[in-house]
């Protein structure tokens, strides 16, 4: 049963990079339109620019909740690898709590502000505001589990990854 959760998990995981991938061509492809538009046709056009920074919000807040994995983030960790292996699981506790405490604390005017923003649209590409923020709702509830998951695996006795920034990491 661990073995297909976590074949499911695989699974997953490659498809968001997918999606992340599409996001990084959707910026890549209309950067390089409003290029040609504007420097070349001299037809400077805007929705170019509304797709590409819409497209990279997504990546973002889709990549952070989905992609990242917790060994990928930057710290900064000169207190955290010098103190002792219990100490980091504190540190690691204290601060998914407070993040997931933050979270869900904000949660509500997250919603209410999203679901207000139906009765705006994108200005070129004509699209409900509420669906292209959306994605910050689905990065919050990603991060309250990743925390979540972080702080009872810190509090059980799994101690983070260590960090030592002599060393590559490969995968």
Same mark, same amino acid.
Do not use: C
């Given at each position: 049963?661990r073995?297909?959760l976590?074949g499911?998990?695989? /699974?997953?995981?490659r498809r968001?990079e &997918?999606?992340?991938?599409l996001?990084v061509?959707?910026?890549?492809?209309t950067?390089i339109?409003q290029?040609?538009?504007?420097?070349?046709l &001299?037809?400077?056009v805007?929705?170019?620019?509304?797709?590409?920074?819409?497209?990279w919000? /997504?990546?973002?807040? /889709?990549?952070?909740?989905?992609?990242v994995r917790?060994?990928d983030?930057?710290?900064?960790d000169?207190l955290?690898?010098?103190v002792?292996?219990? /100490?980091?699981?504190?540190?690691?506790?204290?601060t998914?709590?407070?993040?997931v405490v933050?979270?869900?604390?904000s949660f509500?005017?997250?919603?209410d502000?999203?679901?207000?923003?139906?009765v705006?649209?994108?200005?070129?590409?004509h699209?409900r505001?509420d669906?292209?923020?959306?994605?910050?709702?689905?990065?919050?509830?990603a991060a309250?589990a990743?925390?979540?998951?972080?702080?009872?695996?810190?509090?059980?006795? &799994?101690?983070?990854?260590?960090?030592?920034?002599s060393?590559?990491?490969?995968?």
């Amino acid at each position: 049963m661990r073995d297909r959760l976590l074949g499911v998990g695989q /699974w997953l995981r490659r498809r968001a990079e &997918n999606i992340a991938s599409l996001l990084v061509a959707a910026v890549f492809i209309t950067f390089i339109l409003q290029i040609v538009f504007r420097y070349v046709l &001299n037809l400077p056009v805007g929705w170019t620019l509304e797709v590409s920074t819409l497209a990279w919000m /997504w990546l973002v807040l /889709w990549g952070s909740a989905f992609v990242v994995r917790e060994v990928d983030e930057i710290r900064f960790d000169v207190l955290y690898s010098s103190v002792p292996d219990g /100490w980091r699981r504190g540190f690691t506790v204290v601060t998914a709590l407070v993040l997931v405490v933050i979270f869900v604390w904000s949660f509500p005017a997250v919603i209410d502000y999203v679901t207000f923003m139906k009765v705006e649209h994108s200005s070129y590409i004509h699209v409900r505001l509420d669906y292209l923020f959306s994605v910050y709702i689905v990065f919050m509830v990603a991060a309250i589990a990743r925390y979540l998951w972080l702080a009872y695996k810190a509090f059980r006795g &799994n101690l983070p990854d260590e960090t030592d920034p002599s060393v590559l990491r490969e995968e």
